[in-house]
T-cell receptor, first 114, second 106 residues
Framework: NAGVTQTPKFQVLKTGQSMTLQCAQD?????MYWYRQDPGMGLRLIYY???????DKGEVPNGYNVSRLNKREFSLRLESAAPSQTSVYFC?????????????FGSGTRLTVV | KNEVEQSPQNLTAQEGEFITINCSYS?????LHWLQQHPGGGIVSLFM???GKKKHGRLIATINIQEKHSSLHITASHPRDSAVYIC????????FGPGTSLSVIP
């Protein structure tokens, strides 16, 4: 099915370990986003990529890096995981200014850092 | 004061009831979005609107630009409507509300 695919769905890391969350979309969208969702808080933007080859910091970028590998793929890397990064991470994409529905979200990655 | 606020925070309804969830915002917008997040965690876009009203099945979204307010209505509610409903505003960035947790009881 067309949409946004995120991997992995679940991950447990030890403090200090690194990992990369993968995201791919097959809708030919220009813009892609990484959000984190914490209990009692709204989705918060970590990084976004308005188009292939560009990335920009969002509201909570510290401790993360991103790569827009091509138009389809946008990865999020935690270089040295901390317990404060325990969260649910969502990747999303959009065709800015178009579309009946604004955003398409991946199914989420539940990350626990111990 | 948060830029996007929702009310109520939690809502329990009997099956068949008419439900209204409110969203107020203090920022300029180009569009307002309503999203649905099911207990399994997946997020689905329901509506994107910049004026007036949109309807999809039993869901209706309205927006009043002058009053900076939007509502999501669910007619003839059903237990499968149980989810968290999130409004979000977009201009140069997207700001998400905290969500309204809806539980529809049979």
């Amino acid at each position: 099915n067309a949409g946004v695919t995120q991997t992995p769905k679940f991950q447990v890391l030890k403090t200090g370990q690194s990992m990369t969350l993968q995201c791919a979309q097959d809708m030919n969208h220009n813009s892609m986003y990484w959000y984190r969702q914490d209990p009692g808080m709204g989705l918060r933007l970590i990084y976004y990529s308005a188009s292939e080859g560009t990335t920009d910091k969002g509201e909570v970028p510290n401790g993360y890096n991103v790569s827009r590998l091509n138009k389809r793929e946008f990865s999020l890397r935690l270089e040295s995981a901390a317990p404060s990064q325990t969260s649910v991470y969502f990747c999303a994409s959009s065709e800015v200014g178009q579309g009946r529905y604004g955003y398409t979200f991946g199914s989420g990655t539940r990350l626990t850092v111990v | 004061k948060n830029e996007v606020e929702q009310s109520p925070q939690n809502l329990t309804a009997q099956e068949g009831e008419f439900i209204t969830i409110n969203c107020s915002y203090s920022v300029g917008i180009s569009a307002l979005h309503w999203l649905q997040q099911h207990p399994g965690g997946g997020i689905v876009s329901l509506f994107m609107l910049s004026s007036g009203k949109k309807k999809h099945g039993r869901l209706i979204a309205t927006i009043n630009i002058q009053e900076k307010h939007s509502s999501l209505h669910i007619t003839a509610s059903h237990p499968r409507d149980s989810a968290v409903y999130i409004c979000a505003t977009s201009l140069d960035k997207v700001i998400f509300g905290p969500g309204t947790s809806l539980s529809v009881i049979p």
